[in-house]
């Protein structure tokens, strides 16, 4: 018996029908262990697709005996999971799975420690939300256990995808962190995320606007204590507080000069109405233009500033940058020419980079 593998989208016409309509049609035959997984028949792939059939994987037997396996391409596959730490040995790493399969997800790798109900009891059942609980996270073909962890569940839309949100706090082994993957990589539905995707779906979903979602990033970034602070104030939605009264205070006097262009300034509008709004649009224009011309600070705190120590031999150019690293960071002799290469390092003066 021969195996092909290929995207349902590429299923031939020829080879899917209907009951009744052919003496040699098959019954499309899911691979899944799922309660769901009940031969159906199909007659072309708008029925396939309304089919919703629960695995990844399924099987089409033709008249010839053939096994078709059919999987899902990866823009099916709208549950994503990823590493959400550093990558490396350490005491704890967190893996996040969003998406819709995340309640399969549960069920299939997670068993609750101390007695209680066990999750792979009932594909349905959820933890309580934002209530941690320890568990061992399983093989989901095999049983087998692969660490003894905790895990978090965050309901939609209270997550920070807006998309139910699963959370695996396992050790950070190597070992460990590729078997978890690994096994989730086998779950229906479910695949690795692309770098900031998680972000990028809590962008789509509202969640965050593109300055908190720029802000995060410099959070993420942030080496200084005065990186910190100013990003954390624009992932705390504070540049989009600014910005949206700025944009209330133009449509305001954009509202204004369209009333008197359509009406003029006679009964139906006050007096004044023109020279008011000509000096909001100039305080505008002010606050604006005073925005803008900042210096580049912004951009300077975010990058960081970079100075060139240079001059001649024994100058004292490696003292001074002892000095300012507050430690050895080069050799100092009384010999001309000591320090021949170039020494690069990163401080932090006063909070700024």
Known sequence: MQHMKFPARNISRSLIHTPGTSTHARPLTTTSSGPTATPLFAS???????????????????????QLHLTQSPSQRK???????????????????SGPAVPDVYAKIVRIVGGRRKASDNANFLPKPRVMERAEIVDPDTGEVLDDGLVVYFAAPKSFTTEPVLELHTHSGRAIIVSVLHSLSRISGCRPAEPGEFTRRAFESGR???TQVE???DLIDAETSVQRKLALRAA??????KYDELRERIIYCQAMVEAIIDFGEGEEIEDGVWEKTQEKVSELRNEIQMHLQDGRRGEILR???RLAIFGPPNAGKSSLLNFLAQREAAIVTPLPGTTRDVLEI???IGGMP
């Open 44 to 66: 072309n792939l708008s029925q396939l697709r309304r089919a919703r059939i629960p695995a990844s994987t399924f099987t089409l037997n033709t008249h010839h005996s053939r």
């Open 79 to 97: 549950t994503i999971y990823a590493l959400a730490t550093p990558p490396g040995k350490a005491g704890v790493a967190v893996i996040r799975v």
């Open 208 to 210: 965050l606007d593109l």
């Open 215 to 217: 802000g995060l990033k």
């Open 236 to 241: 705390g939605g504070a540049m989009r507080k």
């Open 303 to 305: 990058n960081g500033i």
């Open 346 to 348: 990163s401080l932090d």
